[in-house]
């Protein structure tokens, strides 16, 4: 509550995302702000709000649509500006949008709404020009006013057949501060007579800045008064900065009290202003000048009816909603064509929060969340290594329509990239990128996780080769398509023969612009992508007519090893073509890769799941691991200078592997798994655990709140390992398990889940604490003794809350009670009308449930009777129900004791089990389908239903109504929800993983349930996991015949900027980027390597020789000790080395240094070292190169950049050389020691400059975020 008081307005669209982002700006803004201003003054303040806006603009979700357009920088009437054309395929009309960015005049830049501009041309598919004004207070008003005039009489007069554009289709279009510029200039177009615009469109502009205490401030502060939207005392000091009036605190709280309005200008213009004081003379003769200027306030003009049709949209909980409305009025009044537009639940800056709905806007209860349990599929991985450390890197899995990213040492779950909207089938990175083919596209991820650019494919694609500066796409019919990476222009296009059908193709070291591919009936082709010309054709060998599957790269180069469906194996010279060493393995080659930590030896993988090691040297096999995946191993990598390797399949695993000797086997070192076969049940036992069963035959535990906890429980047996000679141990397994009931009541004393297995009778216990099965299988000794129990089957079991006891349901009719920490048979249900039989209910029983008490039990059958049953009562039955219908799933909640009955005529009932009486009846709930599964919510307000058609309901029990219909991609086989009802996990047919769907009703205010009272109703859309959709922003507020300039409001764009710094602020200091292993070590590396220096063995020492001379002691004798000459011999040494030092290459490249260009790129080169490298230079550095280097420090500190490399530098120099630093000793004369005291006088001077406001500022900052974070901690404990 302390975080997000005080409350935003209680309809305001887009609560949840403007909750979160209305407090860091409350943080930044108004606390940090205030801290900021109090010490270095308003314009300080407006560098720090730069900084804050500017962030939250960059880490908006979502992507430019580049693939749409080409966005260019531009310099017209001596003004920058970004041009946004179209690409021809996009282009639909020859207009132009002239755009003039909001931001308060003092903010942002025109960078900052590349994602909105992109929106524009992706629908309009028109050229945009944003221009990029100066922004104050560098510059004060009418500076930026000017620049945006001549930019626009530039484009309009000499630039619209350069840039294709009809002079009669020119807007103006501008938002907020960007407004009050447009309306501005397009008054100033009439007023002119040049006419440059057709029309003009305002969104929420700034008109006049002449009452502040007007209805809409009036309501800010009765509403949202302290919350982070636009509020009074902002726009007063923007207003104030713009306007070059000193903005202090004095002169902003008059602004807000109307103060800057003079009597004179109340007069002549009729103003009806609340002033609260008395007008300040001084501010406002000032502001009564800009005031009548129409070029700042167009609402005071008397030529509004010269301007052009306009467009203003208004938001409500916005201060400069009247402004826009009173502008809107006067625009009429003068008989200007004027369209309003205006959304009461929005808010000022909405634009800023606009996106792209990936889908159609549905209110589903659940929301696609994750897949947790896949851990990859039958795609290759790609793995990526540091750039200046080849042992540390990354390995790309696809998961579904996402990528998984692994780290290697070790392999530890990073994060995932954001989904696709198809299955990814490729995967390749290069060059810090990661390119994926999903469905009919190429797709373009930046920073491992968000996609900046898409490429439309042709045909299914066999390969992707990335190489240099372009990526060639091998299709199946035999094109291959070169694009360029830098701009995605194809370069070029290749096509094959007919009989030539590609299967694989790779890159060959060392060849430029090449690719070598390989077919399905055994011929290469060596293909140069540039010149689009086909290079070399290889000649096909003995045996080696069958299909290539795969090829790989010796470390040899021109050696290329290739893999054939047959099993043959061959290592070609492609340079003579000429085959040096063939081999034989079973099965299909699915991998070939070599090692590379100065072991020369082969490994191959197969379909049957098989590893093999050759020798080649030897060219013999050195062993094969059988089994190593259950099924066909995909991909196979050694690790780069490493003795490891790496190897996925499509059983689900991955697995790294290590080698103990040079020629050996590998052994499992790591291994990352799911379930291997498809899924049949999933359990929830608190809010964390969630425990799983495939075909299998495996438990496994997951946690809904991630991918990272897997935990492999086992596969059950029937007894444990039997000893059957030689160290050979023998298992007894049972059948794949089929359903699961457990809770935590007794987990830290015994077992605590019960599975039922497949085609069994037996029923296993696990416990969760230890992570394994236990001791005691469910089985009543009478079974065994009676040949009429042959066939008896396991149908059914159910756990007491308890924890204390197990029921088990049998295909005869049986029901068994068992004690689960002894594992023994307590008792049976029995109905006695049934005869003899001594059975619970007439067939196969269908479901078990039992109360919360543990007291009632409930039995279902199969053939539509249920029997309750007293667990103390000695006569047993209480009550008997029958329905017309077979039973195909029971769900019992124990909080309002109603029992959830599905029908295999389609209906679903609801029991009283207290009243035993029908309280629900859902009549063709799953018409004409089977019910596959049924679950009731926690909190018994809502039941979920799933059928083999592929749909997903959501029953409320308490109003009787079907209030959601969601369909997946497959048919669901398994519902649970967790405890706390956040999450509902589902299984679906064929699938080895869980899909976890978050409950929507806890997280999100604006879901709108509404009943369906078809049915049968279909939804338009299948929903894929994971999948995420937004929101639109003004949700039901558009109106048929809309502008579509509007409608474009609500597309959902990304933003990714080409230049990679955020702000260009020259007052800030910046870091280097670098990770921390390349300079955070620098001055302890000696410490380091001393203490990673491997010790060798204790030595038993020889017996003494006989001639060394020795003394008598009083204990018998010890050996003389020879002098210590050691300290002079070290001397001497020193002496001759220095008579014989060489200066190194770098140090040569420093005292050569003249200028500051030459020190930035001397910088640079160390920079770029290895960090032992920086170390080794710094610490060669002779004495009369020392003042360079703290000449080179001082000029990057003074640049502000780099300053933890500066930091770190230093402090290594002063380390190294601290005996040169306070002695002359080694200097050649008089003169070097001046230079080197003056350079480190000079970077004394500027390390003072540069960090002297930042330690000021710190403290405070410091001070404030531990008062918030301990009030927070505070207040919620309370």
């Not at 975080?3 to 108004?30: H, T, W, Y």
């Not at 094109?479 to 193709?505: C, G, Q």
């Not at 220096?1093 to 008598?1112: C, D, G």
Request: proline share 4%; hydrophobic share 40%; with cysteine.
């Amino acid at each position: 509550a302390m975080v997000f008081l005080p409350q935003l307005p209680k309809d305001i669209c887009n609560r949840n995302v403007v909750s979160a982002l209305e407090f860091a700006i409350r943080l930044g803004n108004m606390y940090l702000g205030n801290i900021v201003e109090v010490i270095g003054g308003a314009k300080k303040r407006n560098e720090w709000i730069r900084l804050l806006a500017s962030s939250f603009i960059i880490f908006q979700t979502t992507q430019i649509f580049k693939k749409h357009l080409k966005i260019t920088e531009r310099k017209f009437g001596g003004v920058g500006c970004r041009v946004y054309t179209p690409t021809e395929e996009f282009k639909k009309s020859n207009a132009l949008i002239i755009y003039v960015h909001g931001g308060a005049w003092c903010i942002l830049k025109a960078h900052h709404f590349d994602y909105i501009m992109s929106a524009f041309v992706k629908n309009c598919g028109c050229t945009i020009v944003s221009i990029d004004y100066t922004l104050a207070p560098d510059k004060v008003f009418p500076y930026s006013f000017n620049e945006c005039w001549g930019a626009i009489e530039d484009i309009c007069e000499n630039y619209y057949n350069e840039l294709n554009i009809d002079k009669k289709k020119i807007a103006i279009f501008g938002d907020s501060a960007g407004g009050n510029l447009a309306a501005a200039l397009a008054l100033k177009s009439s007023r002119t007579g040049k006419n440059y615009f057709k029309c003009q469109i305002l969104v929420y502009p700034v008109t006049s800045c002449l009452d502040f205490q007007n209805s809409s401030y009036k309501e800010y502060y009765k509403e949202y008064n302290g919350t982070g939207l636009l509020n009074p005392e902002c726009m007063s000091r923007w207003m104030l900065l713009y306007l070059g009036i000193p903005a202090t605190r004095s002169n902003v709280r008059k602004v807000m009290q109307n103060q800057h309005i003079s009597e004179q200008l109340k007069k002549d213009f009729l103003l009806k202003c609340e002033c609260l004081n008395d007008s300040d003379k001084q501010l406002s003769e000032r502001f009564e000048i800009f005031a009548r200027n129409p070029d700042f306030c167009p609402i005071l003009s008397d030529d509004l009816h010269l301007l052009p049709k306009t467009l203003i949209i208004t938001a409500g909980f916005d201060i400069c909603r009247d402004e826009g409305i009173e502008y809107f009025k006067k625009l009429q009044k003068a008989g200007v064509h004027t369209e309003w537009k205006h959304f009461p639940t929005s808010f000022h800056g909405i634009l800023n929060l606009a996106g792209s709905k990936t889908q159609k806007n549905i209110d589903h209860i659940f929301s696609p969340a994750r897949i947790v349990g896949q851990v990859c599929t039958g795609v290759p991985f790609a793995i990526e290594y540091e750039p200046n450390c080849s042992r540390i890197g990354v390995v790309y899995i696809a998961v579904e329509n996402t990528i998984n990213v692994y780290s290697l040492r070790p392999i530890k779950f990073r994060h995932s990239t954001t989904p696709c909207k198809n299955i990814i089938t490729h995967v390749a990175v290069h060059k810090k990128k990661l390119y994926v083919v999903s469905g009919d596209e190429l797709l373009v991820y930046e920073q491992k996780k968000l996609c900046v650019n898409s490429i439309k494919l042709k045909e299914k694609v066999v390969s992707i080769v990335p190489v240099g500066s372009v990526i060639s796409i091998v299709y199946i019919n035999g094109d291959i398509t070169t694009y360029s990476l830098v701009d995605f222009e194809i370069l070029s296009n290749i096509s094959s023969p007919d009989d030539f059908i590609p299967t694989v193709a790779i890159h060959p070291q060392t060849y430029e612009n090449k690719i070598l591919i390989g077919s399905d009936c055994g011929k290469i082709r060596l293909v140069n992508t540039k010149k689009a010309k086909l290079i070399h054709e290889f000649q096909r060998i003995k045996m080696s007519n069958t299909k290539i599957t795969c090829m790989a790269q010796s470390p040899a180069i021109d050696i290329i090893a290739f893999g054939f469906t047959c099993g043959l194996i061959t290592l070609r010279n492609i340079k003579l073509d000429e085959i040096l060493m063939t081999f034989q393995q079973d099965g299909q080659i699915t991998g070939i890769t070599f090692r590379n930590d100065g072991v020369e030896s082969m490994i191959t993988t197969s379909d049957e799941g098989s590893i093999a090691v050759w020798d080649l040297n030897e060219q013999s096999l050195v062993g094969i691991t059988t089994s190593a995946h259950d099924g066909m191993i995909v991909k196979v990598e050694a690790l780069n200078g490493q003795p490891f390797l790496l190897t996925s399949g499509k059983d689900n695993r991955v697995v790294k592997w290590s080698f103990d000797e040079n020629q050996c086997l590998p052994e499992p070192h790591t291994i990352v798994e799911g379930h291997g076969k498809p899924m049949n049940f999933v359990k929830y036992l608190d809010d964390r655990i969630m425990i799983s069963s495939s075909l299998d035959g495996t438990l496994r535990r997951n946690s809904a709140k991630g991918p990272v906890f897997f935990k492999r429980m086992g596969r059950v047996e029937s007894q444990k390992k039997k000893y059957i000679g030689k160290d050979v141990y023998q298992k007894t397994l049972l059948n794949p398990i089929v359903e699961i009931a457990g809770n935590m009541a007794r987990e830290p004393v015994w077992d605590n889940i019960i599975c039922r297995h497949e085609d069994s009778p037996f029923v296993s216990c696990w416990s969760t604490r230890k992570d394994t099965q236990g001791k005691n299988l469910l089985f009543q000794d009478v079974f065994f003794n009676n040949p009429s129990y042959a066939g008896i089957l396991a149908t059914s079991i159910c756990i007491s809350n308890c924890g204390n006891f197990a029921f088990v349901g049998y295909s005869t009719g049986h029901v068994n009670c068992y004690n689960i920490q002894s594992g023994k048979f307590k008792c049976s249900f029995v109905d006695k009308s049934l005869g003899e039989k001594n059975i619970a209910i007439e067939g196969l029983v269908i479901g078990v449930a039992v109360d919360v008490s543990s007291k009632k039990v409930i039995v279902a059958s199969q053939n539509g009777g249920i029997n309750f049953y007293e667990r103390h009562s000695k006569s047993g039955l209480i009550c008997k129900m029958n329905s017309t219908s077979s039973i195909e799933k029971i769900s019992l909640h124990t909080g309002n004791n109603l029992l959830a009955v599905a029908s295999t005529d389609g209906h679903i009932s609801l029991i009283d089990t207290i009243n035993y009486s029908v309280g629900r009846k859902f009549v063709d709930a799953h018409k004409n389908c089977k019910i596959t599964a049924i679950e009731q919510s926690p909190d018994g307000k809502w039941l979920v239903s799933a059928d083999d058609k592929s749909r997903i309901k959501v029953w409320d029990l308490i109003v009787s109504e079907l209030i959601d219909i969601i369909v997946v991609p497959h048919f669901c086989t398994g519902l649970s929800f967790s405890p706390d009802g956040a999450f509902l996990s589902t299984i679906l047919n064929e699938k080895n993983y869980v899909f976890v769907w978050s409950n929507r009703t806890y997280y999100d205010d604006s879901i709108v349930i509404k009943p369906i009272r078809d049915y049968d109703t279909l939804p338009t859309e299948v929903i894929s996991l994971p999948q995420f959709e937004m929101a639109p922003i003004f949700e039901g507020e558009e109106e048929e015949g809309e502008d579509k300039i509007v409608e474009r409001f609500n597309e959902v764009m990304d933003c990714t900027l080409e230049n990679g710094e955020i702000v260009k602020n020259d007052n800030l200091l910046k870091l280097s980027g670098y990770p921390e292993i390349k300079w955070a070590s620098l001055p302890y590396l000696d410490v380091i390597k001393e203490r990673n220096k491997p010790t060798s063995a204790l030595k038993k020492p020889k017996n003494a020789p006989f001639f060394l001379p020795s003394i008598q002691t009083i204990n018998g004798f010890e050996f003389v000790a020879p002098e210590d000459n050691s300290a002079e011999y070290e001397k001497n040494i020193a002496i001759k080395r220095k008579n014989l030092e060489l200066i190194t290459t770098y140090a040569s490249q420093l005292l050569k240094c003249q200028s500051d260009e030459d020190l930035l790129l001397a910088f640079d080169t160390l920079r770029n070292m290895t960090v032992s490298s920086i170390q080794y230079q710094i610490k060669s550095l002779p004495y009369n190169s020392l003042h360079k280097f703290f000449n080179m420090m001082t000029l990057i500190l003074s640049k502000r950049i780099h300053i933890e490399l500066v930091e770190h530098y230093i402090a290594l120099c002063i380390k190294e050389h601290r005996s040169f630093l306070w002695s002359d000793e080694e200097a050649d004369d008089d003169e070097s020691i001046n230079k080197l005291t003056q350079a480190i006088e000079n970077y004394m001077i500027m390390n003072e400059q540069v960090y002297g406001e930042f330690k000021k500022v710190v403290p405070h900052v410091s001070s404030l975020l531990k008062w918030i974070k301990s009030s927070t901690k505070g207040l919620i404990l309370n």
